[in-house]
């Protein structure tokens, strides 16, 4: 019974979310409820101990990237950035390589340690642009958008920064390039799936006369008579927000060393921080800043007399974004604690084969949690010496164990409830009804690719 109510919660709110109701009142409710029909004298120390601590440290730890996120996207829209760039790509590749050319963007950015949520905000204005441009309806976006940042470079990537390619390193002892070829074959075979997939929609809606779209949400608002900067002004922004994130997360701990501790006037009690837990953080701050600061030196002439207009829509898309988010997590954290998914967990223990067993697991939490590193990390912490006994037994290495895990960790995590998901929509101005059928196709691709490594790895046993 305890199960039933844990899957009714997800049930629940995954229904909201796909009908346009707010994940950010329904995540409580959802929530509550099966704390309710659990231990009803729980609810409010859960409400008040769990949901809301877990949703404001979200908020705490993660709202100044989707502020500066949302500020670097529309300061790209409001500069002519983003439309110079995109003309840039139909002269030299045609319209008919709009897609590639998204996913390309945002496997660059993501591959350079660009949080998913920026470069959803990033890349947004450009994918709009360029679908508009080529005639591709607007609903093919969020699905091309998570294809380039939700996916392979996410996980699969040999060496990739991304969170859910260094949680596993902690289990198993291994690093980001654990299993580089399995990475390599299930990094392809996701873009080759993925991208087949894309353009047989793209050629369907084609077939069917289907244009962009009308009376759209949140298109972006480069004027008709803009002044296009050179592409290779326009496209620097993105590299320098690529490239200083790699820099800072190694200038700054050199900067702080491992901890920090500082004393103000008016405040006697030091302020300590652990630089190691701040750094990712810190670095994308800092490497948005210096973006932010580089599209208005050289795009302040577009920008000006409009500068207080974008800055307030940009800074509303931020607060429901993250409040988005962070109330999907605080959800996750109360579901996890449930005895439902305790019950649960110990079930997919039961599964014979090690690799099967590890990522069934993982994709099962992930998807209830909503969680691609939240889902795992409750996995492997539960998990993981059961995973490593197995694996010793049957002769699998480490860092097989690690690559599934990592790549496990981003597959049904993608529902409609999942925070990334829900994002995304609002950035593009769509509703699940209208785009999150394309999200759930490459969902399942990043499943299959999950299987697919493994098959590969038991075939011919190459990590």
Request: net charge neutral; with cysteine; proline share 5%.
């Amino acid at each position: 019974m305890s199960v039933v109510i844990a899957l009714a919660a997800l049930g629940l709110l995954m229904l909201a979310a796909y009908r346009g109701y707010s994940v950010i009142l329904f995540a409580p409710i959802a929530a509550l409820l099966a704390v309710l029909l659990t231990e009803p004298a729980a609810v409010a120390p859960v409400f008040s101990g769990l949901f809301m601590e877990k949703m404001v440290g979200f908020v705490k730890l993660y709202f100044p990237v989707f502020l500066l996120g949302a500020i670097f996207g529309k300061l790209i829209e409001l500069s002519g950035f983003s439309r110079s760039i995109v003309t840039a790509a139909i002269a030299l590749l045609g319209r008919r390589h709009a897609i590639p050319v998204i996913v390309l963007v945002c496997a660059l950015l993501t591959y350079g340690g660009v949080s998913l949520f920026v470069v959803a905000f990033a890349v947004y204005p450009f994918a709009a642009e360029l679908f508009r441009q080529s005639n591709i309806p607007k609903r093919l976006i969020p699905a091309t958008i998570a294809l380039g940042a939700f996916s392979f470079t996410m996980d699969a990537l040999p060496g990739t920064p991304q969170i859910q390619n260094i949680i596993p390193g902690s289990f198993f002892g291994t690093n980001a390039w654990a299993a580089p070829w399995l990475g390599l074959i299930g990094s392809l075979f996701i873009i080759v799936v993925g991208l087949a997939w894309l353009d047989r929609q793209r050629r369907k809606a084609q077939a069917n006369n289907e244009q962009y779209g009308t009376n759209l949400k949140n298109e972006p608002e480069t004027a008709e008579n803009v002044q296009l900067p050179h592409p290779a002004i326009a496209i620097l922004p993105l590299i320098l927000v690529g490239v200083l994130n790699l820099c800072f997360t190694y200038w700054i701990p050199a900067w702080y060393g491992a901890h920090s501790s500082v004393t103000l006037p008016g405040n006697p009690t030091p302020i300590v921080t652990d630089i190691v837990k701040s750094t990712a953080i810190w670095a994308v701050q800092a490497a948005l800043l210096s973006g932010i600061l580089v599209v208005l030196i050289f795009g302040w002439r577009n920008i000006r007399g409009r500068l207080a207009e974008g800055s307030r829509t940009a800074v509303a898309g931020a607060l429901l974004a993250a409040m988005n988010t962070a109330s999907e997590y605080g959800f996750g954290a109360v579901i996890a604690a449930l005895p439902g998914f305790v019950v649960l967990s110990g079930v997919l223990q039961a599964i014979p084969n090690p690799l099967l067993n590890e990522a069934i697991s993982i994709t099962v939490l992930a998807g209830i949690t909503g969680s691609a590193s939240g889902g795992m990390s409750i996995a492997l912490a539960a998990m993981a010496e059961h995973f490593i006994e197995a694996a010793q037994a049957t002769g699998i290495p480490m860092e097989v164990l690690h690559r599934v895990a990592a790549m496990a960790s981003g597959g049904m995590d993608t529902l409609p409830h999942n925070g990334a998901v829900i994002t995304l929509l609002a950035i593009t101005g769509l509703s699940h009804k209208e785009a999150y059928g394309g999200i759930f196709a490459i969902t399942i691709i990043k499943s299959l690719a999950v299987l697919f490594v493994i098959g590969v790895f038991y075939l011919t046993g190459i990590v």
